[in-house]
């Protein structure tokens, strides 16, 4: 398997690289504008300037994002395009203590960890973080750069535009569409479409920004 | 095993299939009053009259209902009765990605999904649903012919009637007594028990019909 | 390894004998005030009079608390306070199927039980109860006698004080502080630091006692 730099080393790098190590990866270290010192045993390689000098000894090296997203995800975004444009592939990693069923379709550089269950029919686009103990139902369509984080529960049917954040514990029913660049709070309940770009919270979401 | 027949093919069929396989199957194909197509690699076989010739050509065949239960249980209780009265079996399909502990009952029909955990001296009835991710806690009383959506959570002591619908996510506190013919919404906490069938929502629910 | 004897013979010792069981214990029974008969095959040893004597005959027997803790913790404390004086080493016990990463490091007497997901850089305290379909995202720290009932939510960085209850499928976003002695009631969503002990519930919550 190929080597995998990690671009980023924040909290969610932990996380990333306990699911590349029980994926069987070799990770060559972690690049980030400061130096973290080692985390879970992984070496810091420098800022993200290495990567280049990086490719050059390893004809096949791969990237994963090793950040978060809660507010923003421009960050991520830009990291994947240019790290991209150097010639890093990101594949796609699920964590073998995830159950991914049958006719499901996950885009480049989308990470299911620990936990998770997504179910047949589903499309999950590219640079998805589908955190620990997410639910992701039968028949669902995921954008691109959507994070789902901890505990969601995405029923049968349910559609998620690019660049949308769904907070811990939330729960979307069968059938809804929720559309581009929308962030739905921690522990809320979305049981109608949303159609315009905001942060939505309670139960049922309200707009409250 | 014996070859099963699916009675219906909507997209919570699919989760049906997947779990079938894991469980080692023959699956015969499915049965609905239109010819959806292969459905993750699975035959149609024509509408529900087909099922007699089924069996006269099975002498042993089992059947599992292939239809989710969102507004009402009655369609799911009328073709069990009526496929059962022809002569099909419904065994009880529990996914090997979930937990069942020790001296839990599982009824005729009942359903076990993915990422499931039932804790033990729990009985659930016929012809249930058990979502993927739900949590059934020690010591429950599950009636038969209710759904349990993705990612519910019973407490310990739990009793819930016939025919409920436990909407996703929905946390039920322990020793709780939920009567028969009860829908509880997405995102619900019941914190009380619920002695007067109808529709329950909210944060500690309140019946909303 | 070991014999066990568990503390306690209500609902909870359940779903403790289950785990024990997986994790290939021998179980010696189970104390309690009264006689409840045999609890999953397990047998009755007395009131906890009797554990001096059982240590007297088995130079190496460890214990367990059987005993969930809804209102208070005060029992729990006691219970492994005065069972460990007389000689009882409490271990900790982790499901075979909970998943807990690197760098995790948890309290003599805490048990972590199916379908939980605990990630690196934790730090879980003595006799806590990390319940079943918790999940505890990476760098959180966690008190003494803390227990999260089933289906809660834990993002990253989470910081929660002795004893406190986290109630059934409640969510806490990432970074959150609790203090000690709280009480969050089931379904809530913490999205702020709690600085004063009390019972608190709702989304987001607010101080009810």
């Known amino acids: 398997m190929d080597k995998i730099v990690i671009i980023g080393g924040g909290g969610h ?57 809660i507010d923003t995800s421009e ?11 150097l010639g890093f592939n990101f594949p796609v990693i699920v964590s073998p203590h995830a159950v991914v069923n049958e006719e499901v379709s996950l885009g480049d550089g989308t990470v299911v960890f620990d936990g998770v269950v997504v179910n047949s029919g589903t499309e999950i686009g590219r640079a998805c973080i589908i955190n620990t103990h997410s639910t992701v139902e039968h028949d669902c369509q995921i954008g691109d ?4 984080a901890p505990g969601v529960t995405l029923s049968g049917g349910v559609t998620i535009g690019n660049n949308c954040f769904i907070g811990t514990g ?40």
């Not at 750069?145 to 789902?148: A, G, I, P, Q």
């Open 170 to 209: 939330a729960n979307i029913i069968q059938c809804i569409t929720i559309c581009e660049n929308c962030s739905i709070g921690a522990g809320s309940t979305v049981v109608s479409d949303i159609t315009i770009p905001g942060i939505y919270a309670g139960n049922p979401v309200k707009r409250i920004k």
């Open 75 to 85: 960050l991520r975004i830009g990291l994947q395009r240019s790290v991209g444009e």
């Open 145 to 148: 750069n959507v994070h789902l």
């Open 13 to 69: 790098a932990k996380v990333v690289i306990s699911v590349l190590r029980k994926s069987g990866y070799d990770i060559a270290g972690y690049t980030d504008r400061e130096n973290r010192g080692m985390i879970l045993g992984v070496q810091y390689l420098g800022d993200d300037g290495i990567l280049k000098e990086i490719l050059t000894n390893n004809s096949k090296c791969s990237a994963i994002i090793g950040i978060g997203k």
